[in-house]
């Protein structure tokens, strides 16, 4: 599972700053995925992609934008829009094509915003 | 889309005890059920997981079993162990979800007691 990167593992931004979260995957996935993680809430998915240049919004994309210019990176920006950015975000990968559902995740970035 | 329920939100056990942690979602259609352990400040980390054409499956001392027609699963731990003290995720996808989503449960907090 070494295969999938975020970085940094701890973040720190003061509020009405944007910050961006690396994430890097050398596993020839195609699938990308977001999620952001607060307690007792469960993964609740925040964009997800399935090729370069494209991507959809999921759950709760209000306040975050990504890009997919490579198939290895996905980052993901937490806008000064994003009313609560405090949590840990996760990113995630797959390989697409029948059968194929299983997502490997990225050791997560923990993300503090005062 | 799929819902997914997941219960208990807490379970205490000691150790060698079993421990059941149970699934519900919405979709028929929902046909991929993993289930992804996460320890503290770790990545989740799939278990096992099942197809919607097995009713049970095992490996070693945790199992899963599904029922298509109630929709719900269960994930069995028997002979627990601390180091099975874990927040345990249940997740549904179907091969009609858009690019292989996986609705997750909101995770079950295990505490095993030595």
């Known amino acids: 599972d070494g295969g999938i990167t975020q970085s940094p593992k701890y973040l720190f931004r003061k509020e009405g700053q944007n910050v961006t979260l690396s994430c890097e995957q050398n596993?020839?996935?195609?699938?990308m995925y977001w999620y952001r993680q607060d307690p007792g809430q469960g993964l609740r998915l925040i964009y997800y992609?399935?090729?370069?240049?494209?991507?959809q919004k999921g759950d709760i994309a209000e306040g975050y934008s990504v890009s997919r210019e490579k198939k290895e990176s996905f980052p993901l920006t937490v806008t000064s829009a994003q009313k609560n950015p405090t949590a840990f975000y996760l990113c995630?990968?797959?390989?697409?094509?029948?059968?194929?559902?299983?997502?490997?995740f990225g050791p997560g970035t923990r993300l503090t915003v005062t | 889309g799929e819902n997914v329920e997941q219960h208990p939100s807490t379970l205490s056990v000691q150790e060698g005890d079993s421990a059941v942690i149970k699934c519900t979602y919405s979709?028929?259609?929902?046909?991929?059920f993993p289930w992804y352990k996460q320890e503290l400040g770790k990545r989740p980390q799939l278990i096992i997981d099942?197809?919607?054409?097995?009713g049970e499956k095992k490996d070693q001392r945790i199992a899963v079993t599904l029922n298509k027609t109630a929709k719900h699963f269960s994930l069995h731990i028997t002979e627990t162990q601390p180091e099975d003290s874990a927040v345990y995720f249940c997740?549904?996808?179907?091969?009609?979800?858009?690019?292989?989503?996986?609705?997750f449960g909101r995770g079950t907090q295990l505490t095993v007691w030595p």
């Open positions: 995630a990968s797959r390989v697409t094509g029948t059968g194929a559902y299983e997502q490997y």
């Open positions: 596993l020839n996935h195609d699938a």
């Open positions: 992609s399935q090729i370069v240049n494209d991507f």
């Open positions: 979709d028929s259609a929902s046909n991929y």
């Open positions: 099942i197809r919607s054409n097995v």
């Open positions: 997740a549904a996808t179907s091969r009609g979800s858009t690019l292989g989503r996986l609705y």
